[in-house]
T-cell receptor, first 116, second 117 residues
Framework: AQTVTQSQPEMSVQEAETVTLSCTYDTSENNYYLFWYKQPPSRQMILVIRQEAYKQQNATENRFSVNFQKAAKSFSLKISDSQLGDTAMYFCAFMKQIQGAQKLVFGQGTRLTINP | DARVTQTPRHKVTEMGQEVTMRCQPILGHNTVFWYRQTMMQGLELLAYFRNRAPLDDSGMPKDRFSAEMPDATLATLKIQPSEPRDSAVYFC???????????????FGPGTRLTVL
């Protein structure tokens, strides 16, 4: 069974700093997808960034980038120039294909606080 | 700006009552997922549909939960009878699958916060 582990329950940094959130996963599959979702206090789940496992190039979205290490099964999220609005729970998720549809398996989340 | 919508946003009910949660997927999406989020279990997949057909509901308690898609614009999750342990935030997500193996990003609705007293 696929599992996703986020080893940092909570993190806190100052505004404008760079922060890295860790995620490791376990799978025997070769083709899969990885995601980071953000959940602010509003509880809305917002897609931050996604990575296709067959792509070696790390995905980037503005201030957000990932360090995808397929052999190590590691998928960390780096937030540069952090902003107060980045305060949220961040979930790493692994997508597996089951019966023609794709199911997300989530980690337990990291609560990130950006301090002014 | 296409979004998944869910109603109601909040629901407080008493144990034993029926609860129905509704979801409108993004127009054109052909997959719908129901998730439950609790402090103890985190995010769990309850059920998913593709082209309105239920493909897997193994994560859902069968005796009291049911999920349906009456049409392409509406998905429902029903709990009957509800119990206090069902208190959680229920998310609906939708996506689009063309062929097997292609990326299907899931877009989440705002969730329904259910409290069963």
């Amino acid at each position: 069974a696929q599992t996703v582990t986020q080893s940092q329950p909570e993190m806190s940094v100052q505004e404008a700093e760079t922060v890295t959130l860790s995620c490791t996963y376990d799978t025997s599959e070769n083709n899969y997808y990885l995601f980071w979702y953000k959940q602010p206090p509003s509880r809305q789940m917002i897609l931050v960034i996604r990575q296709e496992a067959y792509k070696q190039q790390n995905a980037t979205e503005n201030r957000f980038s990932v360090n995808f290490q397929k052999a190590a099964k590691s998928f960390s999220l780096k937030i540069s120039d952090s902003q107060l609005g980045d305060t949220a729970m961040y979930f790493c998720a692994f997508m597996k294909q089951i019966q023609g549809a794709q199911k997300l398996v989530f980690g337990q989340g990291t609560r990130l606080t950006i301090n002014p | 700006d296409a979004r998944v919508t869910q109603t109601p946003r909040h629901k407080v009910t008493e144990m034993g009552q029926e609860v129905t949660m509704r979801c409108q997927p993004i127009l054109g999406h052909n997959t719908v997922f129901w998730y439950r989020q609790t402090m103890m279990q985190g995010l769990e997949l309850l059920a998913y549909f593709r082209n309105r057909a239920p493909l897997d509901d193994s994560g859902m308690p069968k005796d009291r939960f049911s999920a349906e898609m009456p049409d392409a614009t509406l998905a429902t999750l029903k709990i009957q009878p509800s119990e206090p342990r069902d208190s959680a935030v229920y998310f609906c997500a939708s996506g689009f699958v063309i062929t097997r193996g292609r990326l299907n990003t899931q877009y989440f609705g705002p969730g329904t916060r259910l409290t069963v007293l």
